[in-house]
């Protein structure tokens, strides 16, 4: 089972920042946060991961709470190409016992025109 | 999605066919990782393998499914007899040794399998 709690769906207006939060309230110390998205018809994209510190690439911020109990997902400036299904996954990442990802139901996140 | 590749891209079988599906993962990468998406549902994990072994089936039907990643070539997932239930669009994907630092897995576009 997943170990994630997501909202399943939202809006944002096309500009605007997109802010996803992502619930893991028994996250483990070796467990790291990763979010996907699917855009229809398409293979899970990778965004971005973390373990305890933010983090920010070319497509998106990663906002860890100090607790690690949740997260944020921010895409600064959203465009029509984000809209898509957004997964976030708790999975130990590296060494032995790193796991498959177990999907939840995510976030349909739909950004209007 | 760069880099793992996947073919057939779509799949037609007519009841009581075989299909194979197939993966190459990213270069570099040992491990594939293979889910299944039903329509209008969510991935649903299969199968992890190493290259000639398999990690974890915990996700694989009990019967007529079969995955192998061999030393040579790509990985293979195997549906035997099929019925119209096995459609659905079958994602492979690849990650490094688990021993490597960062340890992303990537995905490929797909398999659809329809069955008529």
């Known amino acids: 089972d997943a170990k994630t709690t997501q909202p399943p769906s939202m809006d944002c207006a096309e500009g605007r920042a997109a802010n996803l939060p992502c619930n893991h309230s028994?996250?483990?110390?070796?467990?790291?946060v990763y979010w996907y998205r699917q855009i229809h018809s398409q293979g899970p994209q990778y965004i971005i991961h973390?373990?305890?510190n933010n983090e920010t690439n070319e497509m998106a911020s990663l906002i860890i709470t100090e607790d690690r109990k949740s997260s944020t997902l921010i895409l600064p400036h959203a465009t029509l190409r984000d809209t898509a299904v957004y997964y976030c996954?708790?999975?130990?990442?590296?060494?032995?016992?790193?796991?498959?990802?177990?999907f939840g139901q995510g976030t349909r996140l739909t950004i209007n025109p | 999605n760069a880099g793992v590749m996947q073919n057939p891209r779509h799949l037609v079988r007519r009841r009581g066919q075989e299909a194979r599906l197939r993966c190459s993962p990213m270069?570099?990468?040992?491990?594939v990782y293979w889910y299944r998406q039903l329509p209008e549902e969510g991935l649903k994990f299969m199968v992890y393998?190493?290259?000639?072994?398999?990690?974890?089936e915990s996700g694989m039907p009990k019967e007529r499914f079969s995955a192998e990643f061999p030393k040579e070539g790509p990985s293979i997932l195997r549906i035997q007899q099929v019925v119209r239930g096995d459609s659905a669009a079958y994602f492979c994907?690849?990650?490094?040794?688990?021993?490597?630092?960062?340890?992303?897995?990537?995905f490929g576009e797909g398999s659809w399998l329809t069955v008529v």
């Open positions: 973390g373990l305890k």
């Open positions: 994907a690849s990650s490094a040794s688990p021993q490597v630092s960062g340890n992303t897995i990537y």
């Open positions: 393998l190493q290259k000639e072994n398999i990690i974890d």
């Open positions: 996954i708790v999975r130990v990442a590296g060494g032995q016992g790193a796991q498959k990802l177990v």
């Open positions: 028994t996250i483990s110390g070796n467990e790291y």
């Open positions: 270069k570099g990468h040992s491990h």
